[in-house]
Nanobody
Framework: QVQLVESGGGLVEPGGSLRLSCKAS????????MGWYRQAPGKQRDLVAR???????NYADSVKGRFTVSRDNAKNMVYLQMNSLKPEDTAVYYC??????????WGQGTQVTVSS
């Protein structure tokens, strides 16, 4: 089955950094555009970054210049380097295909909390 497992979240002070990792199952991982999504309590799940199979990236305006998405197709891994973190970045972060498709279930996500 397709599975996604996120890791790397934690509690950091404003201005700090975290590196999130996503491990995906499946031998066709490299064919998909992958995205990082986040959801704060009481809010919608929003796409914050995406990366094509060839490595082209796009970012939400709220994270542009601070976050960097990358991937290693050989390892079925997607990463999100998060720098200059702000309290408003606090959310559960998920990885998945973009656009999302129902055959790729959402993982547990990883909690990022930015607080002083």
């Amino acid at each position: 089955q397709v599975q996604l497992v996120e890791s790397g979240g934690g509690l950091v002070e404003p201005g700090g950094s975290l590196r999130l990792s996503c491990k995906a199952s499946g031998s066709i991982f490299g064919l998909y555009t992958m995205g990082w999504y986040r959801q704060a309590p009481g809010k919608q799940r929003d796409l914050v970054a995406r990366i094509t199979s060839a490595g082209s990236t796009n970012y939400a305006d709220s994270v542009k210049g601070r976050f960097t998405v990358s991937r290693d197709n050989a390892k079925n891994m997607v990463y999100l380097q998060m720098n200059s973190l702000k309290p408003e970045d606090t959310a559960v972060y998920y990885c998945n295909t973009y656009p999302w498709q129902r055959s790729w279930p959402w993982g547990q996500g990883t909690q990022v909390t930015v607080s002083s």
